[in-house]
Structure formats: structure tokens, C-alpha cells
């Protein structure tokens, strides 16, 4: 257990929340300050209880089954604000195994009304502090061939394997290369050589990824809610199936192996698609047939041919893999994202902040014409305040979903 002085200063900003700026917080007591907690807690009104009522119920946990575990998770979330050298890595380790290895049961004790629930919201703001912004893993990649590299926020990061792949993380392959993702549901992505896709998820059960280009598969695990592999030209939902993706510029092919999908044709209606179906689309034509045809078969990546056999098991219980940092992402590793139609706006804010560089900022200058929603950010003293907005963007996005 790691014990603090009896008497703990905290900083101004939750010293004011705690209501004095040098209060004496007594650890030694931990019963009564339990039964203090639960009767703030119990003391919300309904809009307060939905926003922390949940980690209220987590700490009460901690408190009932263990009293003194109470003092030690108090002590630490109070050294994330009062002692630098305590990161926010040690905080979430330290701290997560004794929230959810304290079992069940929570008896809360009657409230006495009219309690204050600073203490306890401060507590609930420190600890909660270094999760708030936390970046949302979705798996990792299992298997790493060639010199795949990961486009993170606005930078450029190494790929091997063992790594998390994160919300928003663009994974670009070399020729040859292979990577494999596998999602914490059990949901494996295979991404073949000279491949571009953007792995974006809002939910534990589904995820959404964009194939710029080359080639992808995926098999969607049974009870996953759907993943949805998109294109300029076609996407499919699929749920507990597998469905292949070659994309380029103007010619795209979407092979359903197995299970069934909802294939969705860049300005046409849903169709229902079976496994078997293999649906392309050359410029504006579009076509549906029973199997695939022979260049498809042809130029798909070998490991495409099989199922894709998971190698999660190799890393449980393993320490993550951090990705190496490589560089800050150029223009021309950009460029082709900011063009992605419905994505823009996203990636417009996302490489925003390489605008610092001269190169980076120089190349969009030159390429305003396709950018005009950038020149507000370029030249923000051309829109006084209260000035109409920029240009409008009259670029014409590419078809498809994406």
C-alpha cells in the first residue's frame, strides 16, 4: 500500500475544489471517510448521478470489499496532481487493477442530507483526469511483413509486430508487405502490400476501414455489430462473414467469400449481397456476377487465399509494443486524405498543426484551389471576426462512401 504524510497540500486548482488551500486529509480513517463518499454520493441530484454515478459505484466498490484499499487509491489519484514524477502510465496501472479487482457489492450508507459533494467530485476529477483523452485501442497487429508504416495524429511511426492500432490510425504497406490486424472482438483485418487504409471506430463491436488503396480482408466475428470496408467506389457491411477489397483510382473489386454483406454501389441503393458474389466497378460501370473473374484471382496476395489464422494468443498478457517514431508527416503522405470527400474536415484539423512547417505549409499554399477551406487558417487576417466565412469548398469530393 503506498502511504502519503498524514497532512497532504494540494494544489490551487483542487485545493478549490476541496475548499481550502492547505486542508488536512486524515488517510488513517478510512471508514468514516468511506461513509462520507457514499453519503455525498447519495446526496446528487439526477442530471450529477448519471455524469459520475458509475464511478462513484466503482469506488464504493473498492471501499466495501476492501476499506483499505480506499486510502491507497485516494493517495495515488491525489499524486497525480501533487507529485510530477507520478506519469499518467503509472497512475492507469497502478490504479485500474485495484478499481476492477474488487469485486462485487456495494452497500451504500443512508445519506445525510445537505453534505457537500465537492470532496467527492474532486476526488472523481483526479481520478479520472489521465483517462480523459485517452487514445481508444482497438487491437493489434499480430503479424508485420515489409516496412509498414502507421500515420498517428500527424506523425509517421514504425510498424512491428505486437503494436496497438488506435481510432484514426492510418496504416500504409510496402511492396512486398503484409500486416494483420486483429480487433479486441475477435475481428481480424489482413492489409496487402502498397496498401493505404484508415481504421476509424466508435463503438467496441464495429469499426469502419477506408481503403484508399491495394488491397483488403476482412473477417467479421460472430457478434461483432458490423464492420463496414469502404472505398471510392464500393463498401460492404459485413457481419460474421468475410469479404475481400481491391481498390484503385477508378476500378474496384468486392469479393463476398462468406457470409453475407450489404454492398453499397457510390450513388446507388443497398443490395443485399451472398456469399459468392463478387460485385466491380470500372469507372461508371457497374456489375454483379457469381464469382470472381480472373485478374482479381490472379493478383490477390497469397495469404488472401486462405483464412486468416488469429495469433492474438501470441501477445496476451504481453506488455504492448510501442511504434517507433519515424518523422512528422509531409505533404505529400497528406495530400491524398485531405481529398477524402466526407473525411476531410477531420483531416483538415488533424494535419493542421504542420502548418508550422514552411515545406508542409508552402505545398498547401500552392494547392489553395483544392483547399479553399484552408485559407481562413492560412490567412486569418483576411476573416475579421464576424466576417463571412471562407471560401466555400466547391472541390468535388470523390464518389463512394467515404
Known amino acids: 500500500m503506498i502511504g502519503l504524510p498524514e497532512h497532504l497540500t494540494f494544489p490551487p486548482l483542487v485545493s478549490g475544489v476541496f475548499g481550502t488551500t492547505e486542508r488536512q486529509i486524515h488517510f488513517s480513517r478510512t471508514a468514516s471517510f ?141 511492396a512486398p508487405g ?33 481503403l484508399m488503396s491495394g488491397w483488403l480482408k476482412g473477417e467479421t466475428a460472430s457478434g461483432a455489430a458490423g464492420y463496414h470496408f469502404s472505398s471510392s467506389l464500393l463498401s460492404a457491411t459485413a457481419k460474421a462473414g468475410t469479404a475481400i477489397l481491391h481498390a484503385e483510382p477508378a476500378d474496384v473489386g468486392l469479393y463476398v467469400e462468406s457470409g453475407t454483406a450489404t454492398v453499397n454501389e457510390a450513388g446507388g441503393h443497398p443490395i443485399a449481397a451472398k456469399a459468392g458474389q463478387f460485385f466491380t466497378r470500372h469507372g461508371a460501370k457497374f456489375a454483379v456476377t457469381s464469382r470472381p473473374d480472373g485478374p482479381f484471382l490472379e493478383s490477390m496476395p497469397q495469404p488472401f487465399r486462405d483464412t486468416l489464422p488469429s495469433r492474438e494468443s501470441h501477445f496476451a498478457g504481453k506488455k504492448p509494443i510501442e511504434p517507433k517514431h519515424d518523422h512528422d508527416v509531409t505533404y505529400a503522405e497528406a495530400e491524398p486524405w485531405l481529398k477524402m470527400g466526407a473525411w476531410r474536415k477531420s483531416f483538415e484539423e488533424r494535419f493542421q498543426p504542420r502548418l508550422k512547417d514552411a515545406e508542409f505549409r508552402k505545398a498547401v499554399e500552392s494547392h489553395i484551389a483544392e483547399y479553399p477551406e484552408w485559407d481562413r487558417i492560412l490567412h486569418p487576417e483576411k476573416y475579421p471576426q464576424n466576417s463571412p466565412s471562407a471560401p466555400a469548398d466547391n472541390s468535388k469530393p470523390p464518389s463512394g462512401r467515404y
Not at 457489492?105 to 472523481?124: D, E, F, Y
Not at 490486424?181 to 463491436?205: C, D, Q, Y
Open 34 to 174: 468511506r461513509e462520507e463518499i457514499a453519503d455525498e454520493f447519495a446526496s446528487f441530484n439526477c442530471i450529477h448521478g448519471m455524469m459520475v454515478a458509475m464511478p462513484g459505484l466503482i469506488i464504493m466498490q473498492v471501499a466495501a470489499r476492501e476499506p483499505e484499499r480506499i486510502e491507497s487509491i485516494v493517495a495515488l489519484s491525489a499524486c497525480v496532481v501533487g507529485l510530477p514524477h507520478l506519469t499518467r502510465h503509472t497512475f492507469v496501472s497502478s490504479i485500474a487493477p485495484r478499481l476492477w479487482k474488487s469485486g462485487s457489492g456495494c452497500p451504500i450508507p443512508t445519506a445525510r442530507r445537505g453534505v457537500l459533494m465537492n470532496r467527492a467530485l474532486a476526488i472523481l476529477a483526479v481520478l479520472l483526469f489521465p483517462l480523459i483523452g485517452a487514445a481508444q485501442e482497438l487491437g493489434t497487429f499480430t503479424l508485420a511483413e515489409g516496412s509498414p508504416r502507421l500515420i498517428r495524429g500527424a506523425t509517421v511511426l514504425r510498424v512491428s509486430e505486437g503494436v496497438r492500432f488506435q481510432n484514426g490510425d492510418i496504416l500504409e504497406t510496402s
Open 178 to 210: 503484409f500486416v494483420q490486424a486483429e480487433f479486441a472482438n475477435g475481428s481480424i483485418v489482413a492489409i496487402g502490400p502498397s496498401t493505404r487504409v484508415l481504421i476509424h471506430s466508435a463503438a467496441s463491436k464495429s469499426a469502419d476501414v477506408v
